[in-house]
Nanobody, 125 residues
Framework: QVQLVESGGGLVQAGGSLRLSCAAS????????MGWFRQAPGKEREFVAA????????WYADSVKGQFTISRDNAKNTVYLQMNSLKPEDTAVYYC??????????????????WGQGTQVTVSS
């Protein structure tokens, strides 16, 4: 079992950057593919990015390619989401989660679990 805690959100102006962190507890952290999702008010939870256990394979939503970068440090039991060139439409609660099937390319909410509590990102125009 993995427990996840997100941090690093906040209020930034458009064009700014944030790095979100997801701290995991559990000895098998490095065995899991991990993902980031976001949910804006009135919207469904949306896939953002995911990463394989080794960090060698990443996949992203089209909307954030070239803007966000997912990475992980298994020695620190942490996965990151570097968010650059932020836009108001990036405003959302950001969640990290475990990919429960370790299936490369998965973007489905149903394929992820052990959700963290989320961290709020607000981008002002």
């Amino acid at each position: 079992q993995v427990q996840l805690v997100e941090s690093g959100g906040g209020l930034v102006q458009a064009g700014g950057s944030l790095r979100l962190s997801c701290a995991a507890s559990g000895r098998t952290f490095s065995n899991y593919y991990m993902g980031w999702f976001r949910q804006a008010p009135g919207k469904e939870r949306e896939f953002v990015a995911a990463i394989s256990w080794s960090g060698g394979i990443n996949w992203y939503a089209d909307s954030v390619k070239g803007q966000f970068t997912i990475s992980r440090d298994n020695a620190k039991n942490t996965v990151y989401l570097q968010m650059n060139s932020l836009k108001p439409e990036d405003t959302a609660v950001y969640y990290c989660a475990v990919n429960t099937c370790n299936c490369v390319g998965s973007r489905r909410v149903a394929d992820f679990g052990s959700w963290g509590q989320g961290t709020q990102v607000t981008v002002s125009s």
